[in-house]
């Protein structure tokens, strides 16, 4: 007696969940949405610091060095002389500090394809360097927002940010002023009063990216500067000790050093096997004069304004 054997049916296939079992995912490093560009810090220009202490001595009455013209009388020529603050303001370096730990059971068993220990380092410092970027925006003892003179600050004129109120901030800031940092949403809002006027701002590529400018000078964002009840700012600077600007300071030649002021030191590893790496960070910054930093205030960024463009 002859059996006879039906042939599988080409519709029947091994299940994806089945073939998964002998397959290998392409794993991705982790993915921390908190990591931004950090324009602020690629364009600031960086000074070492030598101890940890940044002096700024400064002229006193500069308006009272006199100054003539050669008389032909042949009269002489004025005496005069240039005085210094006597107590000159000094900056210190403040430290952004964490400490990471990690069981060596996760770094000896689960580090292929990706190292753990790595891993948690680089995410660790991409957040040091965040909260970094916030102190030198917002920090009560060095920050920007601090650091402003009083007659450096201006409110906007009509709530939304406009090219007339940017045009104030420039007037502050006329010798050599470098660019304007606000929120995303303060962009957002300046380019729809923009459109609604019928001057489209102009654009300009930077580190592979488009930034928006006014007058020329690039409008970098950031979302550490503050944006509260619809209302953010907008600070516009100049950069550099050869232009008398704002300045980062920054520690070199530290033990560990993975960057501009930024060490990776191993500490320890306790009984339970808790290994421990401190991530430190130092910096600060320092306004040179008065007139290389101004801020607009108050600027409101409700997307809900009537933003309905008029037609000539």
């Given at each position: 007696?002859?059996?006879?054997?039906?042939?599988?049916?080409?519709?029947?296939?091994?299940?994806?969940?089945?073939?998964?079992?002998?397959?290998?995912?392409?794993?991705?490093?982790?993915?921390?949405?908190?990591?931004?560009?950090?324009?602020?810090?690629?364009?600031?220009?960086?000074?070492?610091?030598?101890?940890?202490?940044?002096?700024?001595?400064?002229?006193?009455?500069?308006?009272?060095?006199?100054?003539?013209?050669?008389?032909?009388?042949e009269s002489p020529?004025?005496?005069?002389?240039?005085?210094?603050?006597?107590?000159?303001?000094?900056?210190?370096?403040?430290?952004?500090?964490?400490?990471?730990?990690?069981?060596?059971?996760?770094?000896?068993?689960?580090?292929?394809?990706?190292?753990?220990?790595?891993?948690?380092?680089?995410?660790?410092i991409e957040a040091?360097?965040?909260?970094?970027?916030?102190?030198?925006?917002?920090?009560?003892?060095?920050?920007?927002?601090?650091?402003?003179?009083?007659?450096?600050?201006?409110?906007?004129?009509?709530?939304?940010?406009?090219?007339?109120?940017?045009?104030?901030?420039?007037?502050?800031?006329?010798?050599?002023?470098?660019?304007?940092?606000?929120h995303p949403e303060?962009?957002?809002?300046?380019?729809?009063?923009?459109?609604?006027?019928?001057?489209?701002?102009?654009?300009?590529?930077?580190?592979?990216?488009?930034?928006?400018?006014?007058?020329?000078?690039?409008?970098?964002?950031?979302?550490?500067?503050?944006?509260?009840?619809?209302?953010?700012?907008?600070?516009?600077?100049?950069?550099?000790?050869?232009?008398?600007?704002?300045?980062?300071?920054?520690?070199?030649?530290?033990?560990?050093?993975?960057?501009?002021?930024?060490?990776?030191?191993?500490?320890?590893?306790?009984?339970?096997?808790?290994?421990?790496?401190?991530?430190?960070?130092?910096?600060?910054?320092?306004?040179?004069?008065?007139?290389?930093?101004?801020?607009?205030?108050?600027?409101?960024?409700?997307?809900?304004?009537?933003?309905?463009?008029?037609?000539?």
């Amino acid at each position: 007696m002859t059996t006879v054997v039906n042939p599988p049916s080409r519709s029947m296939s091994v299940s994806d969940s089945a073939a998964r079992t002998l397959a290998n995912a392409t794993k991705t490093v982790p993915q921390m949405s908190s990591i931004t560009p950090r324009w602020l810090v690629h364009l600031m220009s960086w000074v070492p610091v030598e101890a940890g202490i940044y002096r700024v001595n400064k002229v006193v009455h500069p308006e009272s060095v006199r100054i003539e013209c050669d008389n032909y009388d042949e009269s002489p020529l004025p005496d005069t002389f240039v005085d210094y603050a006597r107590e000159p303001r000094e900056y210190r370096l403040k430290a952004v500090q964490t400490v990471l730990d990690l069981h060596t059971r996760i770094s000896d068993l689960y580090s292929s394809p990706h190292n753990q220990t790595a891993q948690q380092l680089r995410l660790t410092i991409e957040a040091v360097k965040e909260h970094q970027e916030g102190e030198l925006i917002n920090s009560p003892e060095y920050g920007m927002l601090a650091s402003t003179a009083d007659t450096q600050r201006i409110s906007t004129m009509t709530g939304p940010p406009t090219p007339d109120d940017l045009d104030a901030l420039i007037t502050k800031v006329w010798k050599q002023p470098a660019f304007f940092l606000t929120h995303p949403e303060g962009i957002a809002a300046f380019g729809r009063e923009c459109t609604r006027r019928g001057v489209p701002p102009a654009t300009v590529s930077m580190f592979g990216s488009q930034f928006l400018t006014w007058r020329g000078l690039p409008i970098v964002p950031s979302d550490k500067v503050p944006l509260e009840n619809g209302k953010t700012k907008f600070i516009l600077l100049r950069t550099g000790e050869s232009r008398q600007g704002v300045v980062g300071l920054f520690q070199p030649g530290l033990s560990g050093e993975q960057g501009m002021g930024l060490s990776v030191r191993f500490m320890q590893i306790d009984r339970s096997a808790i290994a421990s790496y401190l991530i430190s960070l130092y910096c600060s910054l320092a306004v040179l004069t008065e007139d290389a930093l101004a801020v607009l205030d108050d600027v409101e960024v409700d997307k809900f304004h009537d933003y309905a463009p008029s037609y000539r």
